[in-house]
């Protein structure tokens, strides 16, 4: 059984920064693809930021390129989210999430953590 614990969000001012963990229960990240998923109240939950399981393959959505890096530390069974230059839109519910098939697509990933609030001020 997969499991995904986020950690890290919390409350900042817009331009500030932070780093989302993703703490797996075994070595899920050298053979699930990771991706990272926001949700904002009233709103559908939203693609943010994957990596490929091989590491090949790198998306984002536009817009948090330049600003969001997504990355993994197979050592530690962790992935991460380090997000600078926040927004107040940026406000959401996080997710992390491990599977296979389509990097940007909720539905093709099988496992999901709870979710970390992350809340940005202006």
């Known amino acids: 059984q997969v499991q995904l614990v986020e950690s890290g969000g919390g409350l900042v001012q817009a331009g500030g920064s932070l780093r989302l963990s993703c703490a797996a229960s075994?070595?899920?990240?050298?053979?699930?693809?990771m991706g990272w998923f926001r949700q904002a109240p009233g709103k559908e939950r939203e693609f943010v930021a994957a990596?490929?399981?091989?590491?090949?393959?790198?998306l984002y959505q536009d817009s948090v390129k330049g600003r969001f890096t997504i990355s993994t530390d197979n050592a530690k069974n962790t992935g991460y989210l380090q997000m600078n230059s926040l927004k107040p839109e940026d406000t959401a519910v996080y997710y992390c999430?491990?599977?296979?098939?389509?990097?940007?697509?909720?539905?093709?990933?099988?496992?999901w953590g709870q979710g970390t609030q992350v809340s940005v001020s202006s």
């Open positions: 999430a491990a599977g296979f098939g389509r990097l940007t697509i909720a539905g093709d990933y099988n496992y």
């Open positions: 075994g070595r899920i990240f050298s053979k699930y693809n």
């Open positions: 990596l490929s399981w091989s590491g090949a393959n790198l």
